[in-house]
Every structure is written in structure tokens, then in C-alpha cells.
């Protein structure tokens, strides 16, 4: 008989206070995204069914909440079933998941589920939120002062409705406190490993991510996966029409002097209208489109990195690497691994 091979290599001795039993209530609401309540579950579920193969009890109990018990359906069209309701006794909650999704505007104007979740915010050990469950939170007045993420499309305006939440837009998850919270859909498992860590060790995180496929810690944050957000354009006239020829000729002379000659202006004049105009400076606008450009190449092409920073524009391919690095928090290279396209990977073969 094949052997079946284990994926850990953990030990009974490695798994950090096995004694320790917490309740994890994930919270859902109709319409809610079905990763952001499924994911966490799945790497909470994954610690139990790891230690039961030493002889150990379940670390965690694990329950779908909702305002009433029974079919739940998600954002995604599939019905998950919720174990528990807002009748459910809040003494002993260890931690309290909120998810995110397109349900959540008519949550956020549900007064019995605000009200429902204020007492069980108060009530948790600790309180996690999943992509826009940072919405339900922050409407409940949780987050004020708190270091904080959400999915980088809604960092802007989460953070435009809540001027007082301390918004990181780029971090994969946050910990302020007792307060978490995670960036897009399947963050919401980097969060729960990052919870698994701190409640019973490396090792057992390391196993679990192992079981699941997933990074210990993400390399990167946010950016890497964001389509690059524009910025505004400037009113019609001489700066609209830069940018678009910008777009156009990435390769070309952008420095300030250059553009200031093309829109027919003095270099400090240029440099002040575009600022305005645009919302950032020249030189900042120019390497995030340079930046855009090269993203492009490396999602679609099989060319090499130098021939791709020459035609996005950049110097040398040392000057991409470190613009990659600065914003995206990861290489050309690596960018290149985690995003080529399936065209790309095909026309490799």
C-alpha cells in the first residue's frame, strides 16, 4: 500500500497551548461573499482536523451567524447554512469574523443587525473583519482611531465615509488590539492563519498553510493585485491632452523639462498646473503609468525584463526593479510568476 504522506511535519509538542478551546462565530448576512465566510472557516476547520491526528481536542468550535438560523444565501448565488442567531448567548465568544459583500448595504441599514453587532463586538475576545465587513464595523463607530485595511477597490471610499478609522489601504491584514481586519475575499485566510499563529504557534500556521496551499505570509501587500487606479485627469485642455500622450509615448523623454516644452509652458509653471490638474506630481505620474506599462508586459509577454523596462521606459532594469519593489512590495520576476496569464504560460510551452 502507498504510503500517505503527511503535509507538516509538525509534532504533538509543537502545537503551543493545546489545552486552549475558543468559539469563532463567522458573521454573515444575506448576500454576503461567500470566500469571505467560507475562507476563514476553512482555515480554523483545517487547525482541528490537523491536531485531532495527535490524539488532540478541536481548538476551535466554529459557527455561520446570522440573524436567523437556517439558509443563508451568499453573494455568489450558493446557500450556506447559518448554526446560530442573534438569540445565541454571547458569553464566552472568542472571536467574531465580519464579513464582507455586496449584502452589506442592507446590513448597514438593519438596525437590529448594527444593534446585534455592537453587543457582540463588546462581547468578543476578538473581532475580525473581512474586505467590506470593515463597512459594519466602522458604521458601528469599532474602528475610530484604528489602524485599518479593506480590498484596495473600496480603501477610498471606506476611508471618505469614515474619516476617522487610521485606513493602511496596502496591508493584506491588520491587527489593532483586539481589532483585526483583511483586505480582499481570500485575505480573510491570511487573517485567520496570522489568528492561528498567535493563538497556538508557528508550526501549526506553517501545517495549516501547508494543508491549504496558501503563503504563511503573502510577500507583497495590496498593490500587486490592484489595477492601477488613475490619476484624475486634468480639466480638458493642454494636461488631458499630455496625459493621453503620455499613455501613448511611454518610452518617450518625460521628464519635466520635455513635457513643460510639449504643453508650452515654462518647466515651474508646468510643473505647478500638472500638480493641480492631475492630482500628483509629473515624475510621480509618469512612473505609475511607466509602472502600469511594465505590469502589462510582464502579465502578457514571455520578454525579458530588460526588454521590458526599456519599453515601458525606465532607465535600466535595476531602476523597474526598485519602482516594483517600492510600490508593489515584490519584483518584476516575481510579479511576473504570480500573474502571467494563461496565454502567456501557453505560448511558454
Partial sequence: MQEIRKPHSLTR????DPDRHQTIWVFGYPDANLLDMSGPFQVFAA?????????????YSIDLVAKAEGALRSDQGLVLQATRDFTSDLAGLGSLIVCGGAGRRGALKDAETLAWLSQAVAAAERVGSVCTGAYLLAEIGALEGKATTTHWRWADDLQQRYRDID???????????????SAGVSAGMDMALAMVELDHGPELALAVARELVLFVKRPGGQSQFATQLRARSGRVGKIEDLQRWIADNIAADLSVPALAARAGMSPRTFARSFTREAGQTPARYVEAQRLEAARRHLEQSEDPVERIATAAGFSSAEIMRRAFLRHLGVSPNAYRTRFRSTAGLANAV
Avoid: Q, T
Fill in 13 to 16: 509538542e509543537m502545537i503551543r
Fill in 47 to 59: 487547525a482541528n482536523h490537523i491536531v485531532r491526528e495527535f490524539g488532540l481536542a478541536d481548538l
Fill in 167 to 181: 485606513l493602511e489601504p496596502d496591508a493584506i491584514f491588520m491587527r489593532h488590539g483586539k481589532f483585526w481586519s
